[in-house]
Every structure is written in structure tokens, then in C-alpha cells.
């Protein structure tokens, strides 16, 4: 396994720490055999620390997140979050998936104040809380809009204040820029980049970005063409505060590491698309 320099950001202690061990997942397919999706999958992500994990389209990137989330069960292996085994849905979890996981009868602050009114939070404190995430998040004055009166990136603001209210000690984030366009998905990179530098929840991102995963993250995981395994694992020692994504990926330094790092990926992406190229119509 490599490693660039490493120098990542401390850990925060608001954060809860993830170990994956020996990870691996079958299903079965439509004709009765079975299929191996994730092979003896083993990393960790320490507390605050932001972790993101690239590999090719079918490699298990979304499989292992939906396990940390107690979302699907390992057909072998363990997950631990907080030093406990994940035996169903995890607490002080918080998601932020590629389509919008809002209610479209909601309004945006009764959207956002969802999260702490199920936590059991009065609906004045709720409101409140909301209507401050959403400042913070560049919405205010948009508490009383629909989700389908709101663009693209809107919408993602108002998932990310969502996902972030409840202050959770884990943030599961699977490709939650991948449908925006170049100039406000870098925007909202930078945003999220600026909030959880406040609130260092642990962070594990799932991307076929490596731009994105350089950009964000503390550490970079590379998985194999599936069956999905760890190939390597990657420090980024990137300073921090980072400021603008879009700036970043001019910076020398950003750039040796993107190239160091797509070494390792563009064999497992080359491996898939064979794989596929392969497959009978």
C-alpha cells in the first residue's frame, strides 16, 4: 500500500471513528450464483478525519457506505463505528446521497427542521435552528419556498443544512455533487469544505471525482476493479484551511498528488472498462 507525504488533519472530538474489517459482501444474482461485490475490505477513518473512497463504476464504493450506515449487512467481516459493532441503522449518522432526499410538500425550513424534531426537539427550537442553518448555508429568505422552486444547487444547500443540523458525529456523503454542473458543484465543494472545518464531523465520501477527492479530503482510499478491495490508501497533505476549491487545483502541490494518485486508479479503471467492454450485450 502507498502514501504521498502524510500530514493529515487532527482529529476532532466531535467526531466518531469508523474501522472496517475484513469487509466482504455477496449477493445473489437472478440466476441463483452468487456475486462477490466487496473482498475482505480493511481501512479506518479516525475521528473528524474526512476520508474519501474513488474506484471505478462497480467496485462497492456505495456497498461499503451503506454498511457503515447499518443500512445492509456484511456477508462477512465487521463494521465499527465509535467502537461498537454496526448492528443496524447507525446513530449520530447523517446522509447526503446524489438525489435530494427531500420532501417536495415540505417547505425548505420544515425540511430542515425535520432532523431535530425527530431527535425530539420543540418546533420553536427547531425552527430556530433551522432558520440559522440556513443562513449559514446562504439560503435565508428561501424558508418559505418549495424544493421545486429551487435550482440544482439550492437544493443541495438545503440537503447539506439538513444533513448538518443535528451537529452528527458521522457525515456519509455517496456522490452528493455528482449531478451539478462544474462552476456550482466547486462552489458547493468550497461550502462544505468551510462547514466541516467548524464542525469536523468524520466524513466518509464516496466520488468518482479524484479532482473532488484530492480537494476534500484528509485521506484518499483507491478500490479495485470488483470485487472491490483496498488497493491503497493515500495522505493528502494539502494545508487547511484550503479555501476555494477552484483555486486549489491550480496549486503545484494539488497537482503532483492528483498525478501520484491516478497512477493507481487508471489501472482499476482501465481493468473495469475491459471487464464491461467484455460482458455480451
Same mark, same amino acid.
Not at 442553518?133 to 424544493?147: I, K, N, S
Not at 465520501?205 to 493515500?234: C, N, Q, W
Given at each position: 500500500?502507498? /502514501?504521498?507525504?502524510?500530514?493529515?488533519?487532527?482529529?476532532?472530538?466531535?467526531?466518531?471513528?469508523?474501522?472496517?474489517?475484513? $469487509?466482504?459482501?455477496?449477493? #445473489?444474482?437472478?440466476?441463483?450464483?452468487?456475486?462477490?461485490? #466487496?473482498?475482505?475490505?480493511?481501512?479506518?477513518?479516525?475521528?473528524? =478525519? @474526512?476520508?474519501?473512497?474513488?474506484?471505478?463504476?462497480?467496485?462497492?464504493?456505495?456497498?461499503?457506505?451503506?454498511?457503515?450506515?447499518?443500512?445492509?449487512?456484511?456477508?462477512?467481516?465487521?463494521?465499527?463505528?465509535?467502537?461498537?459493532?454496526?448492528?443496524?441503522?447507525?446513530?449520530?449518522?447523517?446522509?447526503?446521497?446524489?438525489?435530494?432526499?427531500?420532501?417536495?410538500?415540505?417547505?425548505?425550513?420544515?425540511?430542515?427542521? +425535520?432532523?431535530?424534531?425527530?431527535?425530539?426537539?420543540?418546533?420553536?427550537?427547531?425552527?430556530?435552528?433551522? %432558520?440559522?442553518? +440556513? %443562513? *449559514?448555508?446562504?439560503?435565508?429568505?428561501?424558508?418559505?419556498?418549495?424544493?421545486? =422552486?429551487?435550482?440544482?444547487?439550492?437544493?443541495? *444547500?438545503?440537503?447539506?443544512?439538513?444533513?448538518?443540523?443535528?451537529?452528527?458525529?458521522?457525515? +456519509?456523503?455517496? &456522490?452528493? @455533487?455528482?449531478? +451539478?454542473?462544474?462552476?456550482?458543484?466547486?462552489?458547493?465543494?468550497?461550502?462544505?469544505?468551510? #462547514?466541516?472545518?467548524? $464542525?469536523?464531523?468524520?466524513?466518509?465520501?464516496?466520488?468518482?471525482? #479524484?479532482?473532488?477527492?484530492?480537494?476534500?479530503?484528509?485521506?484518499?482510499?483507491?478500490?479495485?476493479?470488483?470485487?472491490?478491495?483496498?488497493?491503497?490508501?493515500?495522505?493528502?497533505?494539502?494545508? %487547511?484551511?484550503?479555501?476555494?476549491? =477552484?483555486? $486549489?487545483?491550480?496549486?503545484?502541490?494539488? $497537482?503532483?498528488?492528483?498525478?501520484?494518485?491516478?497512477? /493507481?486508479?487508471?489501472? &482499476?479503471?482501465?481493468?473495469?472498462?475491459? *471487464?464491461?467492454?467484455?460482458?455480451?450485450?
Amino acid at each position: 500500500m502507498s /502514501s504521498t507525504t502524510t500530514r493529515s488533519a487532527s482529529a476532532h472530538p466531535s467526531g466518531a471513528r469508523i474501522a472496517v474489517t475484513g $469487509l466482504t459482501k455477496r449477493f #445473489l444474482t437472478p440466476s441463483g450464483s452468487a456475486f462477490t461485490a #466487496l473482498r475482505d475490505v480493511t481501512f479506518s477513518v479516525e475521528p473528524g =478525519q @474526512f476520508c474519501a473512497i474513488v474506484g471505478p463504476t462497480g467496485c462497492g464504493k456505495s456497498t461499503t457506505l451503506g454498511m457503515v450506515a447499518g443500512l445492509d449487512r456484511a456477508s462477512a467481516g465487521s463494521v465499527e463505528v465509535g467502537g461498537h459493532e454496526v448492528q443496524g441503522v447507525t446513530r449520530g449518522v447523517s446522509f447526503m446521497f446524489q438525489a435530494d432526499a427531500l420532501l417536495p410538500w415540505k417547505t425548505v425550513l420544515h425540511n430542515v427542521m +425535520l432532523g431535530p424534531i425527530l431527535n425530539h426537539t420543540s418546533k420553536k427550537d427547531a425552527a430556530a435552528k433551522a %432558520r440559522d442553518w +440556513l %443562513r *449559514r448555508v446562504g439560503l435565508a429568505g428561501f424558508e418559505d419556498h418549495y424544493t421545486h =422552486q429551487l435550482s440544482g444547487g439550492m437544493r443541495k *444547500r438545503v440537503a447539506m443544512a439538513a444533513a448538518l443540523i443535528n451537529e452528527p458525529a458521522i457525515l +456519509l456523503m455517496d &456522490e452528493p @455533487f455528482g449531478a +451539478l454542473d462544474v462552476q456550482t458543484k466547486a462552489i458547493m465543494q468550497t461550502e462544505l469544505i468551510g #462547514l466541516w472545518e467548524e $464542525l469536523r464531523p468524520t466524513v466518509l465520501f464516496i466520488t468518482h471525482d #479524484l479532482d473532488e477527492a484530492v480537494a476534500l479530503a484528509d485521506r484518499v482510499i483507491v478500490m479495485t476493479a470488483g470485487p472491490g478491495a483496498v488497493k491503497a490508501s493515500y495522505d493528502i497533505d494539502l494545508p %487547511r484551511p484550503r479555501g476555494a476549491v =477552484q483555486e $486549489l487545483r491550480y496549486d503545484q502541490r494539488f $497537482l503532483e498528488i492528483q498525478h501520484h494518485i491516478w497512477q /493507481s486508479l487508471k489501472d &482499476e479503471v482501465e481493468r473495469a472498462y475491459a *471487464r464491461d467492454a467484455a460482458v455480451p450485450a
